[in-house]
């Protein structure tokens, strides 16, 4: 056996050729000289055969997995290392080294190559949406027969910021791209309607109130004859606030509690605290507010009552003593409201 190339004799063939000869022709890995990848210039994605996939990516980190994706290893090689660097960048174009060290029949084996990488800027769908101004969901914030206060505002837009953030790390749509303020309240116009239902299920779940949707359609794809439509989320907060008197079942009530749950009241003709399911809502009458409360003083105490002088005209009135009150004591002032001509304390 003598091989065809240098005619060396009494050696070990490959492919019809001596190991040497083998060798000196061989490739360890196979890498294009140009790879083209196409990233979104807002959020990173990659485009890879018609998809974008992954995103908020760093730009080295996508060239390295470009480079690893190109790259093909003989079968022949074995305990293959291969590092990968990125040289410089010239523009958008990554001059990149790569070095390949395995064990090839025996030998030791080093490879270098050193490919570009292009990286082509582009825009994703999703953030092109996002940058005109796209929008599926408002949500509407509105108080129920009265005007929205700016504490309820803040909470509201505290709520609402912490549940886009969190969306937004998997929802390239949750974002907020206009906030109208109306006199009525505000509407918050959401990029994807996942997210804006998220918003109005976080707003009553910590604020209460009741929500209502409506779609409207704003346009019909002719190709497929279905319609795009967006929805308005009317997220309406209850008529009244925490400390504020409603009268339920002809007894009159403080509101001590208000979750998305219930209504936690507590009847001010005994003290009693009950939680209201918010079905019971429509129920309810708002009779007064935590600024009409006003101050009494105390002129005398018995184990039975406390009697005190009426706010408006001074006459004296007997109330029936309760527990919350045994710490009072004459000539103190005491907190009231009256409400349909009678007083009450809290
Ligand atoms: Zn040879
Ligand atoms: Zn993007």
Redesign the pocket.
């Known amino acids: 056996m003598f091989c065809p190339e240098c005619g060396a004799t009494d050696v070990e063939m490959v492919d019809g050729i001596c190991k040497n000869c083998f060798l000196k022709k061989y490739e360890l890995i196979k890498i294009p000289e140009n790879i083209t990848v196409t990233v ?1 210039s ?4 990659k485009l890879e055969e018609g998809k ?1 996939k992954d ?1 908020y990516i760093p730009e080295e980190e996508i060239i390295y997995r470009a480079l690893e994706k190109n790259i093909e290893i003989d079968e022949l090689a074995e305990n293959e290392e291969i590092e990968l660097e990125i040289d410089q960048m010239r523009g958008t174009i990554a001059e990149c080294y790569v070095e390949a060290i395995a064990t090839v029949l025996g030998e030791e084996i080093v490879e270098t190559h050193t490919p570009n990488v292009k990286v082509n800027r582009s ?2 769908p ?2 092109s949406k996002r940058v005109a101004g796209y929008y599926e969901a408002v949500i509407q914030l509105r108080a129920d027969s009265r005007e929205l206060t700016t504490s309820e505002i803040e909470k509201a837009e505290k709520i609402i910021n912490r549940t886009i953030e969190k969306q937004s790390k998997k929802d ?1 749509l949750a974002y907020i791209p206009q906030v109208a303020k109306l006199k009525e309240g505000r509407d918050y116009y959401i990029g994807s309607l996942k997210s804006g239902n998220k918003v109005a299920e976080h707003l009553k779940e910590e604020l209460g109130g009741t929500i209502k949707e409506s779609p409207r359609l704003i346009s019909e794809d002719r190709s497929t004859g279905k319609g795009l439509y967006r929805i308005w989320i009317s997220v309406r907060l209850p008529k009244f606030e925490i400390n504020d008197f409603i009268k339920y079942k002809d007894k009159i009530a403080k509101v001590i509690a208000i979750d998305g749950n219930r209504i936690q009241i507590e009847n001010l003709e005994n003290y009693e605290k009950i939680a209201l399911k918010w079905r019971e809502y429509d129920n309810l009458e708002k009779v007064s507010t935590k600024k009409d409360i006003t101050k009494a003083i105390i002129t005398a105490k018995s184990p039975s009552y406390l009697q005190i002088l009426d706010p408006e005209d001074y006459s004296p009135i007997d109330i029936d003593m309760n527990d919350k009150f045994e710490n009072y004591n004459i000539g103190e002032e005491i907190s009231c409201i009256k409400i349909e001509g009678k007083i009450y304390l809290i």
């Open positions: 979104c807002h959020c990173n994605a974008w995103s825009v994703c999703e953030c390239k």
